[in-house]
Each structure stands twice: as structure tokens, then as C-alpha cells.
């Protein structure tokens, strides 16, 4: 990969090697190659190229054949393996065996078979049961539970990494040490308005919902926020989903107004509000009373300092990302991300409306609701 890649070219600092198309660039982080170089880039190994991999996985399956060709049985029902056929014997005269051999279903006759012969990954036991029905369920907003609540285990907070325990001196270290260790780019950080925000949250997801941030609800259920890490960490999943319903979910992180023009009519019949004798209008414009006109002529901005603070520190990431290979988003995928989370917006309106006017019709009679 060239140290100063071409506009719109989308590369893998990981494999160090450039895509020409954006489904060429999906395809490949789901590789075997490209996990394989995530784990020697732990170690702190160098990737190797393609050819290489495949003579490796070919040397690879062959010892694996060699070990699978010794002659040892395995008893199906508990999937477990034994080397003689008097250990065997034993096994099927032990209680866990009858056990699970009473709740099987149907029991072959030739119980223990050939390791040879046997599945080279058996099948899974759930621990976890199927999703239920949503409808035996009350309709929730799930983002409430994240809403002012940061845990004291949260890496970010704790200045520790995402995928790891690397502890870091502060956020902006934090962030360079996840894109040069784990290749972790937060997606559209132009327009992003909320940088710590959203890593937080994401911090929480990892912290308290044990998820995997590409898999997301879509993915396995883990049950501690290690094994979410190192699920992220072999999987090469070291990347925040930013597509489909998950532009609704980091919406409050994230403003696309820049991408598209603004002189759609569709917002002029958004209510106003009326705050401290002010009227806030939908772009956030302000009007205030002519009596307080002299008030208004100082044009302070208490939140200057604030918000050039978080600008200097989002453009800092910015020129990191460039100096290691990251070439920005297109402002056309900008605008279609715009125009989707837009659709979505509408629709998730209208679907409260309607809830709303379908719980009102739950109570068929007056009654005034007084206690006495």
C-alpha cells in the first residue's frame, strides 16, 4: 500500500492493500486472510500476502487430516471422544452418558464411531433460548437505559481501550491506539458533533450489554465484557456498524445537515418553542422580545471556547486517520446516509402517532381521574 493512497480509494491498514470497489473492501474483512493477519498484528507480526496464507492453510488441513485419520472413537450423543474402546465401554455405563441418552430423541444403534469419521466441529449446544415473540413483550425505547447513565467500568472513562486492556494518558491517545492496534475508525467523523459521546456509549454497549459493535442485536450473546472483547478481537469485528437501522441508533451522535442542501420546505410546519420569553425556531434560530434588544447586541456565545475545543480535538483524529491511510467519507454516501436517516425519522414518528392514538382508545368512557 502506498503511503499516500489515491482520493476515494478505500484500503485495509491491516493487509496493506487497496480496493477499488466498496464490496470488494466488505468482502474481504470477513476473510479468513484478513483475521488471520489481525491475530499475527496483536503479536506484533507482520501481515503476509495471500499466496502465503493459502500454502499455510493447505499444510494446515493436511496435519489436521493426520490427526483426525488416528483411530479413536467417538460417542455422538455426548460428543465426546475416547482412545480405546475399553474407555469407551466405561463411558457407556456412566450416568451422564444414560443421562442424555434417555432424553435423546432417536439412538442409533452404532453409538461410537470412527474419529475419522466424525464432525470436525460439533454442533453447539444453546445456552441461550430462542427470542420470543415480540408481542409477549411491552413496546420500550431502548435507548432510555443508556440515557444519563455511564457504569464505572466504562473503558472510555477509564481511558482504556475498547477491545483490550491498553490504558491510555487520554482520549485522543485512546483513539490512535485503537486505529493503529485494532484498525477501529470511527465512520463519517465529519460530521461527527459528538465525539466522547458516542465512545462512550459504544463503551457502554461492550461494558453492560456485552455486545459485539458489528454484529450488534444480530449477533451471539456473551456474558462478560471479555468474551464480547475477544469475540471482536478473533472475529476482526474491531468496527462500528454505521448502515441500515443503525443510523437511527447513533443519530443524536452524528448531524448530516452539511451533506444536502437545506432549502426543502418539508420542516416549515414544525412547532416553535417558546422558551425565557424566547421563540426557537426549527434551523435554531432564535427571536426575542424588542424590550431585551440591547441584551442581544452584546452577541456573546458562551459556548464558543467549548465548541472550538471539540473541533480541535475531532480535526486531531481527523489528521490521524489521513496520516495512517483513511481517505475520507464520500460526501454521495454522506447524502444517501442523510436521506435514510430522514425516512427513518418519519417513519418512527408516524409509528408513535399511531401507538399513541391506538392507546387512546383503550379507555371507551369518561372518567375523571380524581382520588380522594
Known sequence: MSSSPHQGALTCVTCQIVFETGESHRVHYKTDWHRYNLKRKIINLLPVDRPTFETRIVSQRAKQDEENAKSSIYCIICRKSYSSQKSFDNHLTSKQHKSLASHSD?????IGIPASKKPIKPIEIKLVEEKEDDDEYEDVDENEEWDGVVSENNPITNNKCLFCSQSSENLLENIKHMSDSHSFFIPDIEY??????????LGEKICQGFMCLWCNDSGKNF???????????????TKMVHEGEALLEYSDFYD?????????????????????SQLILPSGARIGK???MRYYRQNLNPNHDWAVMKEKKVNKVINHYRHV??????????????RDLKIMRQVQSKLYMQ???KANKFQKHYREQVNF
Do not use: C
Open 290 to 292: 424588542r424590550s431585551l
Open 325 to 338: 491511510g483513511w481517505t475520507g467519507t464520500f460526501p454521495a454516501a454522506a447524502a444517501r446516509k442523510a
Open 256 to 276: 448530516y445537515s452539511t451533506s444536502y442542501p437545506t432549502d426543502s420546505n418539508e420542516d416549515d410546519y414544525r412547532v416553535v418553542e417558546d422558551v425565557n
Open 106 to 110: 432417536s439412538i442409533d444403534k452404532d
Open 223 to 237: 456474558h462478560s465484557i471479555e468474551s464480547a472483547q475477544a469475540h471482536m478481537i478473533d472475529k476482526g469485528h
Open 355 to 357: 401507538i399513541g392514538v
Open 192 to 201: 461527527l458533533v459528538d465525539m466522547k459521546g458516542l465512545l462512550v456509549y
